[in-house]
């Protein structure tokens, strides 16, 4: 099946700081990846739409300025948490639209941890 | 836009018995329904899929149905096992190039030695 990589799997960094996690489609080109945050014992909630070559599409409340995306490659995208906070620590996880007949897989995720 | 629900949220059953999970949704549109299971910390992982042209699927002991037109779909797990123990999730896509697909709540999934 389909692989997505996501790294890091998990970061602790100082309030005010930037952390940048990567979210490659390891065995497909993926033309659309999705930015998720989940909280504990809660579903996915979508962040933002990455789209190659174009600017990504973010959910109503997500700032755009603060959760910077770059989707530079078919096999890349990136979500930086710029001037992070500690309510910005929760679990980050990415998924990767599969070509043809289209199918989502999911990264690892990524638990932030912001003191 | 579309609006998945599932239930239950929660789900206990005895080892070695069925486990039934049912999602609806309100987007006619929508053809593609895939089911995830996640364990704790873990990514989901995609376990059935089933598109609207199809009623049925099975694989081993999961299987899902779909009835378009009440706009339900089920996942069904027989001969339970504790490894079974995890988060359900399913979704719904309208399949268009890119397409987000619009997850339901989750349903906590326990099976008991």
């Known amino acids: 099946g389909a692989v997505v990589s996501q790294h890091p799997s998990w970061v602790i960094c100082k309030s005010g700081t930037s952390v940048k996690i990567e979210c490659r489609s390891l065995?497909?080109?993926?033309?659309?990846m999705f930015w998720y945050r989940q909280f504990p014992k809660q579903s996915l909630m979508l962040m933002a739409t990455?789209?190659?070559?174009?600017?990504?599409?973010?959910e109503q409340g997500v700032e755009k300025d603060k959760f910077l995306i770059n989707h530079a490659s078919l096999t890349l995208s990136t979500l930086t948490v710029t001037s992070a906070h500690p309510e910005d620590s929760s679990f980050y996880i990415c998924?990767?639209?599969?070509?043809?007949?289209?199918?989502?897989?999911f990264g690892s995720g990524t638990q932030l941890s912001v003191l | 836009g579309e609006n998945v629900e599932q239930h239950p949220s929660t789900l206990s059953v005895q080892e070695g018995d069925s486990a039934v999970i049912k999602c609806t949704y309100s987007?006619?549109?929508?053809?593609?329904f895939p089911w995830y299971k996640q364990e704790l910390g873990k990514r989901p992982q995609l376990i059935i899929d089933?598109?609207?042209?199809?009623g049925e699927k099975k694989d081993q002991r999961i299987a899902v149905t779909l009835n378009k037109t009440a706009k339900h779909f089920s996942l069904h797990i027989t001969e339970t096992q504790p490894e079974d123990s995890a988060v359900y999730f399913c979704?719904?896509?309208?399949?268009?190039?890119?397409?987000?697909?619009?997850f339901g709540p989750g349903t906590r999934l326990s099976v008991l030695p």
């Open positions: 998924s990767a639209l599969t070509g043809g007949f289209e199918k989502l897989f």
């Open positions: 065995d497909f080109q993926a033309t659309t």
């Open positions: 990455s789209n190659e070559g174009s600017k990504a599409t973010y």
């Open positions: 987007d006619s549109a929508s053809n593609y």
């Open positions: 089933i598109r609207s042209n199809v």
């Open positions: 979704a719904a896509s309208t399949g268009n190039y890119g397409q987000n697909f619009v």
